[in-house]
T-cell receptor, first 113, second 114 residues
Framework: EPEVTQTPSHQVTQMGQEVILRCVPI?????FYWYRQILGQKVEFLVS????????KSEIFDDQFSVERPDGSNFTLKIRSTKLEDSAMYFC???????????FGNGTRLTVT | QKEVEQDPGPLSVPEGAIVSLNCTYS??????FMWYRQYSRKGPELLMY????GNKEDGRFTAQVDKSSKYISLFIRDSQPSDSATYLC??????????????FGRGTQLTVWP
């Protein structure tokens, strides 16, 4: 069964450094998302992306965050200058149509020291 | 943000028991309701997906939505040790292309012991 693939599975970085989290959504999917889950807290929406542009973003997704679909298969989340509070699991998700459910990857655990 | 409330448990039941998991919500705009299962250090895995009110059954799993009470449930029949995981409810509003913005509950940790 096709799945959403995320790399790396674990990323450790120092505060102030830039990180790029990578995702390969399911191949025929058109809508792409990033969510995050801080340890012990709810899964939270960050951003949605469709037709090569952001369609919605949450209040968490400030100027330090950006997303890109650099080619036909990858979808990336960049954090420009990481903070301690950015430590979380970051999940990429995709769906085929506007009415189909989201499928999640296994996440990237980001640790900011 | 208290849009979706879910008892975190933990819930521990013997193998073969019927499990009932529940969420309440406050936003009457929610139209799509999902249950995800999450194993440790893995991403949420879709279990059930329903639109508006009613019941949906898939094997041992039954999802119920009561929009008048803003209450959703997931029932697991004949529970197995392999069902041990965290169960997340999630929901979204009918807003066209932004349907993918899900609001999650905190998750209920379930253990099924043999």
């Amino acid at each position: 069964e096709p799945e959403v693939t995320q790399t790396p599975s674990h990323q450790v970085t120092q505060m102030g450094q830039e990180v790029i989290l990578r995702c390969v959504p399911i191949s025929n999917h058109l809508y792409f998302y990033w969510y995050r889950q801080i340890l012990g807290q709810k899964v939270e929406f960050l951003v949605s992306f469709y037709n090569n542009e952001i369609s919605e973003k949450s209040e968490i997704f400030d100027d330090q965050f950006s997303v890109e679909r650099p080619d036909g298969s990858n979808f990336t989340l960049k954090i420009r200058s990481t903070k301690l509070e950015d430590s979380a699991m970051y999940f990429c998700a995709s769906r085929a149509t506007a009415n189909s459910p989201l499928h999640f990857g296994n996440g990237t655990r980001l640790t900011v020291t | 943000q208290k849009e979706v409330e879910q008892d975190p448990g933990p819930l521990s039941v013997p193998e073969g028991a019927i499990v009932s998991l529940n969420c309440t919500y406050s936003n009457s705009a929610f139209q799509y309701f999902m249950w995800y299962r999450q194993y440790s250090r893995k991403g949420p895995e879709l279990l059930m997906y329903t639109y508006s009110s009613g019941n949906k059954e898939d094997g041992r799993f039954t999802a119920q939505v009561d929009k008048s009470s803003k209450y959703i449930s997931l029932f697991i029949r004949d529970s197995q040790p392999s069902d041990s995981a965290t169960y997340l409810c999630a929901m979204s509003a009918d807003r066209g292309s932004t349907l993918g913005r899900l609001y999650f509950g905190r998750g209920t940790q379930l253990t099924v012991w043999p």
